[in-house]
């Protein structure tokens, strides 16, 4: 008898709970579509902030920082200057998090003469091939780290021993061009170099007043062959909390079971202490501007995603409300007759609410699969990738659409409840 019941209000009513279908369609879709994004967006937000800047710096052990930064140069921080070893570098590739680093740079900063006058060189890897002992190959280098830079000529390549880019600011004071040539000389070692302009290029930054060159070039000119002054990590991290902000204090502190948690989840202060532990030489320090902006955008843009999602639920409970509330308005005489035939509130109410929870689950499932749609077209809209599905989504679609569901139907409920067959079976 219930079967038949259902049944046949399902057919009779077909357009208004096709509406209801409808409606929970499109709420589904969007909180789909927003929490796929919001579960994939970590990374896609890192990779993007990847574009402008490294997050890591790696310095020789004892080494002061700043003067290794902003290259300040002096007679007493020559004789005291430390280096790493180049051949080193491929160990930053082979940390637990080894394919969270994106991209690193190595950098030899000398003094050399142009013109009588003195100016920067800077020595580095453009767009280096690398084997790492792991088996992996890589490719990583400065231009990919600078990718913000206004670049003129074609790609500098690292074997092009004998080309030079060229400051933008340097190539205003002497007037130059891509394709002149230019003669440097050390003013320690006295060896000269003649290069040829590959590039011009524009950074806003200190960078327009140097000069960058293969490293091999650099190291030659300073007589500092296979050694590096610091190097640029650029890594995906995940944003700082309070166990992180402890364990870069002091990760001796840490219980064991913080400790694994800590050592197991890419936050920049693990990261670092792994680069430290396979290279015991050197100091790597986070650029916390760097690192809190990305985690703080990350966090915006998950709120962002949430608040869209339980928005969307609200909108759709309210409209579902509305069109269960009409129609069981619409079929109060039903239900009355239903009522004075012995039906308990509790039937007629399980009566209603299968009816719905059958339709609300066909178009939730109809609204699933258009928000995988959805998160496709912000994934290539936005981050130009694909938006990996999550199998956590579908129960939590499930648990959606019986919350709306019920929440929508509970206003409808409370007036079948106090609705008495004698008024309307009288039209009252």
Known sequence: MFRT?????????????FLIALTVALGVSLATAMLNVMFDVGDKVNQELKAYGANLNIVPRGTALV???????????????????????VKIKMIFWAYNIVDFAPYFTTQATFNDKPITLV????????????????DTGMLAMKSWWTIEGSAMQ????????????????????????IELISPHTKNTITLTINNIFHSGGIEDSQLYVSLPVAQHLANKEGLVERVEVS????????????????????????????????YISSIAYQIEELMPD?????????????????????????LLTVLSLICSALAISNLVTANVIERSTEIGLLKALGATNKAVAMLVLTEIFIIALLGGIFGYFIGLGFAQIIGHTVFGSFIEPKMLIIPLVLIMVSFITFMGSLPALRFMMFLRPTDVLHGR
């Open 67 to 89: 003067s290794e930064l902003y290259q300040i140069d002096n007679d007493e921080n020559q004789a005291t200057i430390k280096y790493i070893k180049q051949d080193d570098l």
């Open 235 to 266: 890594a995906l991290t995940t944003p700082e909390n309070e166990l992180a902000r402890k364990a870069a204090q002091d990760p001796n502190s840490l219980s064991r079971a913080e400790w694994d948690t800590w050592y197991c989840t890419a």
């Open 5 to 17: 019941m259902l049944l046949s209000v399902l057919v009779r009513q077909k357009k208004k709970l």
């Open 123 to 138: 020595g580095t890897w453009f767009n280096k091939h690398l084997n790492i002992p792991t088996g992996d190959e890589v």
């Open 282 to 306: 050197v100091r790597v320090k986070a650029i916390m501007q760097v690192a809190e902006s990305e985690g703080s955008i990350l966090q915006k843009t998950q709120l962002l995603m949430l």
């Open 158 to 181: 690292d074997d092009n021993l004998q080309g030079v880019m060229v400051g933008e600011t340097v190539a205003k004071q002497w007037n130059l061009k891509i394709g002149d040539t």
